[in-house]
């Protein structure tokens, strides 16, 4: 029997220490959870993707009376920037999330699951890491530089 321990890495910071452009991908992220559709959950997401070539594309959650038609801040961006078939790559993902109020949490949200596959793949399409950076009310962000860092083992089909 073996056993196998993998690590993960994650830096607390201050929106305030991050570079300028990291800071204006947080402030996209805020302003994409404004236009979120979440009238079933009031959990109105954002998420925002800076290109190599500094263009900044965002998403947020879209919900539907069928629940599961409904898709994640963080997939509607990549999606959107999956279907120009770009060769650009994605460096950083910012994420954050308001209710209906109009007040950011007070806990980082980590992404799902499925939006964490669907990072991967772009990852390892791109053969370039991505820096994950999650904002909080209090305006500290946690960041992760590369999605193995959420996600350890990612599903990858091999016939
Ligand atoms: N949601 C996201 O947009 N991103 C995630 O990573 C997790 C959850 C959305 C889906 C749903 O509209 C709402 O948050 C509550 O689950």
Do not use: W
Request: glycine share 6%; with cysteine; proline share 3%.
């Amino acid at each position: 029997m073996k056993q196998i321990k993998i690590d993960t890495l994650f830096t607390s910071i201050h929106l305030s220490e991050l570079s300028e452009q990291e800071q204006i991908l947080i402030k996209a992220c805020k302003e994409a959870s404004i236009n979120a559709y979440a009238p079933y959950s009031n959990f109105h997401v954002g998420a925002s993707l800076l290109i190599e070539d500094g263009e900044i594309i965002l998403g947020n959650n879209q919900e539907n009376a069928a629940f599961p038609s409904g898709l994640c801040a963080e997939r509607v961006a990549l999606f959107h920037f999956g279907s120009r078939n770009s060769n650009k790559s994605i460096k950083a993902i910012a994420i954050c999330a308001q209710n209906s109020n109009g007040k950011f949490t007070d806990d980082f949200i980590v992404p799902c699951g499925g939006c964490l596959q669907v990072m991967s793949e772009f990852q390892m399409k791109q053969k370039e890491k991505i820096k994950v950076l999650l904002y909080r009310a209090d305006e500290e962000v946690m960041l992760g530089v590369g999605i193995e860092n959420f996600l350890p083992l990612q599903f990858i089909l091999k016939k």
